[in-house]
C-alpha cells in the first residue's frame, strides 16, 4: 500500500484522539468501520478493531509508530481493546490487531534494553443482556480461537472483561464513560470522552444518514439518554461533572465527524416521531378491510410518491414502528407475518 494511501486514511482528530478507518468501504460501511486510538500517550486504548481486512492492518501499524508514537518503552503500545458491540466490521479484525500488537512488542525489544514483559491488553464488551442470543457465538468465535497470551482475562477469569453502564474507564492518559445504548443491537454502547467533550456514537448515531435498529422502542430510549448526557448528569462522576454541555462532537462507528452532536440527536428522534405519526395517521384512517391495516399496506399508504423498490426496506422500518407501538398499548397485532403483518389501533 501506498504511503499516501496509508496517510489518507488516519486522521488526528484531536491531541487525545486518531482515527484509523476500517477499509471496508459499503452501502451501509459509508467510508468503513471507523476505529479510534484514544490517549495522550501510550498505552493507548483502541476502540472497535475493523471488519478484520488485510489491508487495515498496515494502517493501524503505521498509526501506532507515527501518529501516535511509542514513548514509554516498559509499556505496550495499547493496553486496552473496547469492542462497542457484536457487529463483524467492529469485532472481526481482533485477531489481526492482537499480533500486530504482539509484533510491535516484539521488534522493540529487540533495540531496547528493557526487561518489562509483554502486556497483552484487556479486552472489553458490554455483555449480551440474553445468554442464550445467538450474536454470542460471533462474538465467542473470535475469542476461542485467539492464541493463549494473546489478551489479558478478566479477574475472574473471563476473557472479556465486562462493561456495565456509567461506568468509568479510566486508562493510563485518558478517562472515558460507558454508555448503555441498545437499539441498533441489545450489547451496543457509547463512550462519552470528557478531554474531547466528545461522544463515540458506535453505530447508534452515524455520521451520515440514519442508522438502522434492531429495537424501536429501546433505540428511542437511548437516543434520548444520550441527548440528556449532554447537560450533564449529576453523577457524571469525571472531572468534568458539572459542566455543560458535556460533549459537542460525536465520534461515529461510521462517516465524518459530527460537529454539533446533540441537534443531530435530536433530529434523529424528531425524524423517528414524525415517522411514528404517519403510522398512526394511516390507522386512524379508513382500513382497507373492516378492521385493520397490514403492514404493506401502511408502507404503499406512507411511501405512494417514493420508487417502489424502496417499499420492502420501509416495511421492515414500519414494522419496528408497530412493534413499538404495541409495547406502547397504542396497536395491537391481529394476525399475518412479514409484509402482511395485520395490525389494529387499540
Known sequence: MEKLEILASITRLSPNVVRVLGQNPGKFQLQGTNTYIVGKEN???????GEGKDEYIPILESALRETA?????????VSDIVLSHWHIDHVNGLPAVLSLLRKLWDEGKSSSSSSAPFQPPRIHKFPFPNNSEPERSTVSSIIDALPPGSFTPSPTGKPLHDLH???????????????????HTTDSICLYIPDDKALYTADTVLGQGTAVFEDLSTYMN?????????????DLDIHTAGSAPTYQVLYPGHGPVVSDGARLIETYIKHRLEREKQVLQVLESD??????????????????EYPENLWLPAAHGVNLHMLK???????KKV????????????
Open 165 to 183: 453502564d456509567w461506568q468509568v474507564l479510566s486508562m493510563e492518559s485518558v478517562a472515558m464513560k460507558v454508555l448503555h445504548t441498545p437499539g
Open 69 to 77: 508514537p511509542l514513548k514509554n518503552g516498559d509499556k505496550p503500545h
Open 335 to 346: 394476525g399475518g407475518e412479514g409484509v402482511e403483518t395485520a395490525w389494529a389501533k387499540l
Open 43 to 49: 498505552p493507548y486504548t483502541l476502540i472497535d478493531t
Open 287 to 304: 382500513t382497507p378491510s373492516s378492521s385493520h391495516w397490514t403492514t404493506w399496506e401502511v408502507v404503499k399508504k406512507i411511501y405512494a
Open 325 to 331: 407501538l404495541e409495547k406502547d398499548g397504542v396497536v
Open 222 to 234: 437511548s437516543l434520548q439518554k444520550m441527548l440528556d448526557l449532554h447537560i450533564g448528569p449529576i
